[in-house]
């Protein structure tokens, strides 16, 4: 744990590399604030020496007692002043320093979580994914910002405390020190004990989260089932698994912090014996005896702070785990080096559309190694061809798209386009070659326009005549600002219809290849379904069509038609064939123009 504890946070280095000379200045500010800070416990032992007539430091020596008071207080002044202006320096640095470090590490996050494959999402709840990448960051800022530098600052003003403790009086200065020897095996005792519980909180943390946007995203359902009740309850039980979690680690942050307190009780009572003794011997004056009180205080409260720090260090050292673990899941998607692209390869690429020709060589694909979807799957689709896929539930279909789009790799056979391998093509040529129009279609917050051009590189002068290209015309003249009118959430505004005409528009703006869809008018009202219908029309023109069809009426429409059944390719062909043929696809087409069944 600590070997991979280390490495984690060495991968922090380069973020801070950034920041290197403000963090120095933040690192050089500790020796003079821990000098700033033991040498006022000094100064008042002093200034009690020259009242009762002790010996005191050289530089005082043969000077009157107001003097030497005055100057005195003018010294602590200074010191007193020095040391808060440093710490507001440093301060400052080390929360900039802290900020700038966790937003390049959540940007971070985020365009990895982005480039993860969807089997990494699929088995992970977005609520946990956002714990990591706000709660978890967000611990991190704070364990570096008051943490990790106040440590080390600590640590500086312990040994510099500690240096002049064992100058002054070297046996009570050595009875301080090993009085703290306990303490610290205690903290390290607490440490892994507490790094278990703070694990769990965070885990718990990302499950409540997991719960709350799963319930406030299925709001519609939960009202209209009158889920209320039971989802608050199941919500209820997440929230105490949760206390309880947080409960396991406040027990150790109260017993460290109760006992720095009991043992700096007794390091002071032992200062008072031991010094007391020392002073009525005459081995010892008052001033001196007064510095080594103020120093048994001074010296814990490095360690005090560490003890309120603890919380703060152990949770940042469970996000950097939790944020590590994150950082080190495998990008599976990966693009080819352009070195290492074929020559068929390069040439695709670069041409600007291409005829669209796909292949399936012996695709097999599985989730779970115990349940393949995809069994040996080949086909061939001609540049041009409209072929409509068709099959039960479960039958492959939507995973045949999620592997055409590489979404996801398939465990054997490939993929062709054009005659070249996608893995060998650059992610970005790929997707634009795939234009794809779902059932559910999803549109950003923010304006229409931002939704139409996504990655697309368009003034709003050519969005504007794209649109009319498109008949988005009398959908815009409805809006309130046209293309700037703002969306809500998922297009909240917006009818279903609506928000299908846009995700056809987007799709048609980026000139596909291969047209990709998902029985894209199954749900909509006759007027809007003729309107998107033509739209399509014309989008299909010349182009490579793969539709996923739950209809009659779209599946005879198709050139060809794929059956699938468990993910194997068991009938092709017409629709007029296939009937002809009574295997599956003519029994579906029975059941469904009896009203019993979709395709």
């Known amino acids: 744990m600590a070997s991979l504890d280390r490495q984690r946070l060495g991968r922090l280095i380069p973020y801070l590399g950034r920041d290197r000379r403000r963090l120095l200045l933040a690192l050089l500010l500790l020796i003079p604030l821990a000098a700033a800070g033991a040498i006022q416990p000094l100064l008042v032992g002093q200034a009690i020496s020259v009242l009762r007539g002790e010996s005191v430091m050289p ?67 977005v609520g946990k994914l956002l714990t990591r ?85 299925g709001l519609e359902v939960v009202q209209m ?35 720095i307190e009991w043992v700096a009780l007794v390091a002071v009572a032992l200062v008072l014996a031991l010094g007391g003794a020392m002073v009525i011997g005459g081995a010892m004056g008052l001033g001196t005896l007064t510095t080594f009180i103020l120093f048994s205080q001074r010296l814990f409260d490095p360690l005090r702070q560490l003890a ?34 074929s020559p068929a390869a390069r ?34 689709i001609a540049p041009g061809e409209h072929v409509a896929l068709v099959g039960p539930t479960g039958s492959g279909k939507t995973t045949v798209i999620r592997l055409l789009c590489r979404l ?5 056979g490939r993929i062709l386009l054009d005659g070249v391998d996608i893995r060998e093509l650059p992610i970005s040529t790929l997707r634009q070659r795939m234009g794809v129009v779902l059932q559910d279609t999803f549109l950003f917050s923010g304006n229409v326009a931002d939704n139409l051009r996504l990655d697309a590189d368009l003034d709003d002068a050519e969005l504007e005549r794209l649109c009319r290209e498109l008949g988005l015309a009398p959908l815009l003249a409805r809006l309130d600002h046209g293309l700037a009118t703002e969306l809500r959430e998922r297009g909240g505004n917006l009818s279903s219809g609506e928000r299908q005409l846009l995700s056809v528009a987007r799709v048609a703006i980026r000139d596909p290849s291969v047209l990709v869809m998902d029985e894209a008018t199954a749900f909509l009202d006759p007027s809007t379904e003729a309107t998107l219908q033509h739209d399509l029309d014309e989008l299909l023109q010349e182009r490579t069509a793969i539709v996923i069809a739950h209809r009659l009426a779209t599946v005879e429409a198709a050139d060809r038609i794929l059956v699938l059944r468990r993910g194997r390719l068991i009938e092709q062909g017409s629709h007029s064939e296939l009937r002809a043929a009574g295997g599956l696809y003519a029994q579906l087409a029975e059941l469904q123009e009896k009203g019993l069944a979709t395709l």
């Open 59 to 125: 530089w005082l020596s043969g000077m009157a007692v107001p003097a030497a008071l005055r100057l005195l207080v003018g010294v602590l002044l200074v010191a007193v002043l020095l040391r808060l202006a440093l710490q507001g320096a440093q301060s400052f640095n080390v929360q900039v320093v802290g900020q700038r470090l966790t937003a390049r590490i959540r940007a971070d996050l985020f365009r990895h979580a982005m480039t993860l494959s969807l089997r990494f999402h699929d088995r992970t709840p």
């Open 347 to 380: 040439q695709n690429a670069a041409a600007s559309r291409s005829p669209g020709e796909v292949i399936f060589e012996n695709v097999s694909f599985h989730y779970r190694s115990d349940d393949p979807i995809l069994e040996d799957l080949s086909f061939r």
């Open 133 to 217: 990448l706000t709660s978890d960051v967000d611990a991190l800022a704070e364990v570096f910002g008051s943490g990790a530098v106040g440590v080390l600052a600590d640590l500086v003003t312990l040994v510099v405390i500690a240096i002049t403790m064992l100058t002054i009086e070297w046996r009570l200065g050595l009875m301080l020190l090993l009085v703290q020897l306990p303490v610290t095996a205690g903290i390290l005792w607490l440490q892994k004990r507490f790094r278990k519980a703070n694990y769990r909180v965070r885990e718990e943390l990302g499950q409540l989260n997991a719960d709350l946007q799963e319930n406030l995203q």
């Open 408 to 412: 996801y790799e398939p465990q054997r």
């Open 225 to 259: 089932f009158r889920r209320e009740a039971v989802n608050s309850a199941r919500f209820a039980r997440t929230t105490d698994a949760y206390r309880q979690a947080v409960t396991g680690t406040i027990l150790y942050d109260s017993a460290i912090s109760a006992f």
């Open 308 to 341: 309120e720090r603890f919380t703060q260090i152990q949770g940042g050292l469970t996000a950097v785990e939790r944020i590590g673990e994150l950082l080190e899941q495998p990008i599976e998607i990966r693009e080819v080096e352009a070195a290492a692209l």
